[in-house]
Nanobody, 126 residues
C-alpha cells in the first residue's frame, strides 16, 4: 500500500497560481502512476492529471480537458513527490484535491487507483 500526503492547497484569487505536492512512500521502484483528482461540493470526484514514470526515464502525462494548458503535473522520483502546478485558476477549480496511486494503466479513472491521500483544499475566489 502506497502512503500519500498532499500539501500546498489554499485560497487564491482568480487568475492566480498554486502548486500542490504529493509526498508518497511505499511505492516500489519501477512503473509508477500517480494522479490528481478533485471533488467540489455536491459533485462527483473527477480526474485532473496523471503521470506515468518508469525506471528507464519513460514518462506519459494525461490531463482533463478542463485543465489543459493551465495545469502541469510533474514528478521527482528522487524525492518521491508529485507536483501539480496550477496557473490561471478559475472559481470552478475550487475543490478538495486528492492524490492517488497504484493504477496499472494510468488513466483518469478513479476506480483504477488503490491508494489515496486525505486531500488538500483549493479555493479560488472572484
Amino acid at each position: 500500500q502506497v502512503h500519500l500526503v498532499e500539501s500546498g492547497g489554499g485560497s487564491v484569487q482568480a487568475g492566480g497560481s498554486l502548486r500542490l505536492s504529493c509526498q508518497f512512500s511505499g511505492y516500489a521502484i519501477g512503473p509508477r502512476c500517480v494522479a490528481w483528482f478533485r471533488q467540489a461540493p455536491g459533485k462527483e470526484r473527477e480526474g485532473v492529471a496523471a503521470i506515468y514514470t518508469n525506471a528507464y526515464g519513460g514518462r506519459n502525462l494525461r490531463y482533463a480537458d478542463s485543465v489543459k494548458g493551465r495545469f502541469t503535473i510533474s514528478q521527482d522520483n528522487a524525492k518521491d513527490t508529485t507536483f501539480l502546478q496550477m496557473n490561471s485558476l478559475k472559481p470552478e477549480d475550487t475543490a478538495m484535491y486528492y492524490c492517488a496511486a497504484g493504477a496499472i494503466l494510468c488513466y483518469l479513472d478513479e476506480s483504477r487507483y488503490t491508494s489515496w491521500g486525505q486531500g488538500t483544499q483549493v479555493t479560488v475566489s472572484t
